[in-house]
């Protein structure tokens, strides 16, 4: 499982052998059941996460509202962005929708690899900057589109699931 990680930050930028052999010294695993938080309205997201098996959902709740931002499934990356760089409490909340298998790195253990290996720096800067588009998109799509168009873009963006 935690070779399916290397595969997928390989994919995104090949990392110096140096590179791979640390971060597979310092990659962990956890296992959330279904309904189990990952990361907490007001906590400070310290995890970058890779999803080996399951699905997971940030949501965000507002005056008696729950917005749904994204989903993440198996073989994608995800944290709560925005207080993962600036290190503040996480507006955003995350669940597991089902059983998942996740490998994960300490915010410490990133700030030490992209330190050790401007491979793993580069993978950083093209995962985040990837997010942010996607977030872009997302945002956009939320603004243009009605419920019914945005059911019919994430079925024709998530066949899989």
């Given at each position: 499982?935690?070779?399916?990680?290397?595969?997928?930050?390989?994919?995104?930028?090949?990392?110096?052998?140096?590179?791979?052999?640390?971060?597979?010294?310092?990659?962990?695993?956890?296992?959330?059941?279904?309904?189990?938080?990952?990361n907490k309205q007001g906590q400070i997201c310290r995890k970058?996460?890779?999803?080996?098996?399951?699905?997971?959902?940030?949501?965000?709740?507002?005056?008696?509202?729950?917005?749904?931002?994204?989903?993440?499934?198996?073989?994608?990356?995800?944290?709560?962005?925005?207080?993962?760089?600036?290190?503040?409490?996480?507006?955003?909340?995350?669940?597991?929708?089902?059983?998942?298998?996740?490998?994960?790195?300490?915010?410490?253990?990133?700030?030490?690899?992209?330190?050790?290996?401007?491979?793993?720096?580069?993978?950083?800067?093209?995962?985040?900057?990837?997010?942010?588009?996607?977030?872009?998109?997302?945002?956009?799509?939320?603004?243009?589109?009605?419920?019914?168009?945005?059911?019919?873009?994430?079925?024709?963006?998530?066949?899989?699931?």
């Amino acid at each position: 499982m935690l070779t399916d990680f290397i595969k997928y930050i390989n994919k995104v930028s090949p990392l110096s052998k140096e590179a791979e052999a640390e971060l597979s010294t310092r990659l962990k695993s956890k296992t959330f059941k279904k309904g189990q938080l990952i990361n907490k309205q007001g906590q400070i997201c310290r995890k970058l996460y890779f999803i080996n098996k399951g699905l997971v959902k940030h949501y965000y709740h507002h005056k008696n509202r729950t917005f749904i931002i994204r989903f993440f499934s198996e073989n994608n990356v995800f944290t709560v962005l925005d207080s993962f760089i600036r290190q503040t409490p996480a507006e955003f909340i995350t669940i597991a929708l089902e059983d998942s298998e996740l490998t994960y790195l300490d915010d410490q253990d990133v700030e030490a690899l992209c330190r050790n290996h401007h491979s793993f720096e580069t993978v950083i800067r093209k995962t985040f900057a990837m997010a942010a588009v996607i977030n872009l998109k997302r945002i956009k799509e939320m603004f243009d589109a009605d419920a019914t168009e945005l059911y019919k873009s994430f079925v024709k963006e998530n066949k899989h699931l």
